[in-house]
């Protein structure tokens, strides 16, 4: 995160493009959240993934829109296997109505494991997240995956909103609405191993 307190008061910082940073030695720039989440296994084209958030304070949620999008989604790319899995935002009222449903095995938060959302993205080979949950997107395409985003109403423009948009004129997300996800990325998407290198190079290989 951009440091409230003046950049030259840090040895390093790893600051996202989002927040704007100046150059400096000091500074690298980053793509989105940091995650554990990292490229690896077989994506099975026929298996897709859903994640949902909630509200939040820059977004209107909607539990009728969000569910009339998920069964767009499932009717304009059926596949095989359709896992859905919520967050802990998520409300008690869309949980309710996810729950039993034969059109995917809804998974949610408080079944499933630590691991699960990071294997299912391993195994996925498209994954959906509404895009309230910005975190879950930058995991997403740290995992491989192709990724599609599902609307959420917002608040107002700002740094997050700017940040999901950026990520659909790259073509690393696909447009809310086409039913399409991401072209993806040319290299595996690792933003914490860069980061990780950076501070290697510059603390352990200088010294």
Same mark, same amino acid.
Request: aromatic share 4%; glycine share 4%.
């Given at each position: 995160m951009k440091p409230s307190l003046p950049l030259s008061w840090f040895d390093l910082?790893?600051?996202?493009?989002?927040?704007?940073?100046?150059?400096?030695?000091?500074?690298?720039?980053?793509s989105g959240v940091l995650n554990t989440v990292q490229a690896g296994g077989r994506h099975d084209a026929d298996t $897709?993934?859903?994640?949902?958030g909630g509200p939040s304070r820059h977004f209107h949620w %909607?539990?009728?829109?969000?569910?009339?999008?998920v069964e767009q989604l499932l009717e304009a790319r059926p596949r095989?296997?359709?896992?859905?899995?919520?967050?802990?935002?998520?409300?008690?009222?869309?949980?309710r109505r996810l729950a039993g449903?034969?059109?995917?095995?809804?998974v949610p938060f408080a079944a499933s494991g630590s691991d699960w959302l990071a294997q299912c993205m391993a195994e996925a080979g498209e994954v959906w997240v509404s895009e309230d949950s910005v975190s879950m997107l930058y995991e997403a395409l740290?995992? $491989?995956?192709r990724v599609g985003v599902l609307k959420v109403g917002r608040?107002?423009? %700002?740094?997050?909103t700017a940040?999901?948009?950026?990520?659909?004129?790259?073509g690393w997300l696909g447009r809310p609405g086409d039913w399409q996800p991401g072209a993806g990325l040319e290299r595996p998407f690792n933003e914490a191993g860069r980061c990780a290198a950076w501070v290697r190079q510059r603390w352990l290989s200088a010294h």
């Open positions: 910082c790893l600051i996202p493009e989002h927040d704007a940073p100046p150059r400096a030695a000091n500074v690298l720039v980053t $897709g993934l859903i994640v949902l %909607n539990d009728d829109d969000m569910l009339q999008q095989s296997r359709w896992l859905l899995g919520t967050s802990p935002r998520t409300p008690a009222s869309l949980a449903r034969s059109e995917f095995e809804y740290s995992s $491989g995956a608040s107002a423009a %700002n740094r997050v940040a999901v948009d950026t990520l659909v004129e790259r």
